[in-house]
């Protein structure tokens, strides 16, 4: 029988957008679990509907795992949940008015659950998390250099990142290679050579972009909640 | 032209003393110092009026960093529970006693500093209390130089010297996405790039009592890791009577043999 998870980020309030996903996973076979990972919230529109539907899902619903990303973050600051930390980094990228925005996105009461929610999850040898243990903003992409990627996913000791910040879908496998090293100190000098692990990092896209990814095949299947395609339609060996 | 690179004096003056003595005596005129002036040792001080008195270029180190912030760093920095209780007695005295000219000196360091294709840090370039050991993960060091934008990467924290050159590096990918379907694949080449730890003048862990630096040669790209014997019994004599933790001193006077190390030297405090 096929084991597959839902992943799912950046819904940023939309409800409607959280229904079609559900929708499409109740025709799914084998999801047995449901990751959001962060961006739940976003300053365009009022967030308190969605935030609800997460915390109480309707029956048939597949119940959410969720964690918190980006948007999380600076809600929180800018709310005195991190320190003396401020939503700095929102403030600087869109300005002040966008910080206000979203403070009226969320209703106060719904806070202290999203301060509740963890940084990341680690299923079997996978990590998910919204940026990467680096930072919640790290912007990782199919683009940004293997170096970086593999670092990420040593840092962490996983098989497979999945992440969401970058918003896009891909799926990228470190597939060989390997780096040569000499160390030099006051007992003598060592060599050592290291081979690049089998190892993935896979962007799970966001909104009405989601990822199923099937446990025994190593299989992602990139998909558009409310499209015609057929999961198996769209896979990737 | 050779340069001088020291790091991790901790508040020992004879050790530092006898070092640049050393590298003044074979008239190398730059010197590098890559921060923890203070931290452990008996002359916090002497030490920091001594290297702002020669105008050494200075970045700051974790120790430079906390007795500025307060104690920032988190329980991780520390190998044990025990270690941390004796960081935090060393951190009180030291911030006790040094002035407030000093502190202000300390305040004003920069976390890195760059010459063309050298780059100069504490611990790595994303933190001062991130360890580089000798050992780790080959890729992940590469990574601290290559994202920093280094050829050579100057580091110190560890105490321990060593010069690493990681080379004929590759890694293959294969990618799948959603807007370009199946990919072949392509390989990266990965550039050579040294990480050079200039282990520590005033609390050496690398096995012996000796004050440690290196030399660089810029045109060669050579480094020699430099060992200089100082009056160990002097500093562990002041530490006895300064009242800071025995250890200390007994420490020193064994060159650190049974050092407690970090378990984790890959993680880095978030806060
Ligand atoms: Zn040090
Ligand atoms: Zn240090």
């Known amino acids: ?237 | 032209m050779h340069h001088a690179i020291i790091s991790c004096l901790h508040a020992n003056l004879p050790a530092v003393e006898a070092v640049l003595n050393d590298i003044d005596k074979q008239g190398i005129d730059t010197i590098t110092c890559l921060g923890d002036l203070v931290g452990y040792g008996p002359q916090p001080n002497e030490v920091v009026e001594l290297i702002r008195k020669r105008g050494i270029a200075t970045c700051q180190g974790c120790w430079d960093e906390d007795i500025i912030d307060g104690l920032n760093a988190c329980e991780c920095s520390y190998p044990s529970q025990l270690a941390e209780r004796r960081g935090h007695l060393a951190h009180q005295w030291t911030d006790d006693q040094l002035t407030d000219e000093n502190k202000c000196f300390l305040a004003s360091l920069p976390t890195s500093l760059r010459r063309d294709r050298l780059l100069f840090v504490h611990g790595s370039p994303n933190s001062q209390h991130e360890y580089l050991l000798p050992d780790m993960d080959a890729f992940a060091a590469l990574e601290r130089v290559e994202t920093a934008g280094a050829d050579i990467l100057f580091c110190g924290h560890t105490h321990q010297p060593y010069v690493r050159e990681l080379r004929d590096g590759s890694i293959r990918v294969r990618l799948q996405s959603a807007e370009h379907g199946n990919d072949q694949g392509e390989e990266l080449t990965l550039p050579m790039r040294k990480i050079v730890n200039a282990g520590s003048v005033g609390e050496p862990r690398h096995g012996s009592t000796n004050a440690t630096y290196v030399i660089h040669n810029d045109a060669t790209d050579e480094v020699e890791i430099k060992e200089v014997a100082y009056d160990v019994a002097r500093t562990c004599q002041a530490i006895i009577e300064a009242g800071l933790p025995k250890v200390f001193a007994w420490r020193l006077s064994h060159g650190f043999e049974f050092a407690e190390q970090a378990e984790d030297a890959s993680h880095v405090c978030e806060r």
């Open chain 1, 1 to 237: 029988m096929i084991e597959r998870w839902a992943l799912v980020s950046g819904l940023r309030g939309d409800l409607e957008t959280y229904e079609l996903i559900q929708r499409d996973l109740k025709k799914t076979r084998g999801v047995t679990a449901l990751f959001v990972l962060g961006d739940l919230v976003g300053p365009e529109r009022n967030c308190d509907a969605l935030l609800d539907r997460l915390r109480n899902p309707h029956r048939g619903d597949l119940k959410p795992d969720c964690i918190y990303g980006w948007w999380e973050e600076q809600l929180l600051a800018e709310r005195g949940f991190r320190g003396e930390r401020k939503a700095d980094a929102l403030r600087l990228s869109q300005g002040e008015d966008t910080v206000s925005a979203l403070l009226n996105t969320v209703n106060p009461s719904h806070l202290k659950w999203l301060a509740s929610l963890q940084f990341g999850f680690i299923e079997l040898d996978c990590a998910l998390i919204h940026g990467s243990s680096s930072d919640v903003g790290d912007n990782l992409t199919a683009e940004t250099s293997p170096l970086i990627l593999l670092d990420r996913l040593t840092r962490l000791n996983v098989n497979r990142l999945f992440t969401a910040r970058s918003t896009k879908q891909f799926h990228l496998e470190l597939t060989g290679g390997g780096i040569n090293s000499q160390v030099k100190d006051l007992n003598g000098k060592r060599e050592q050579q290291q081979e690049v692990p089998k190892r993935s990092v896979i962007g799970i896209g966001a909104g009405l972009n989601y990822t199923l990814y099937d446990i025994g095949s190593d299989k992602t299947h990139f998909l558009t909640a409310g499209s015609k395609t057929n999961p198996k339609g769209k896979g990737f060996a």
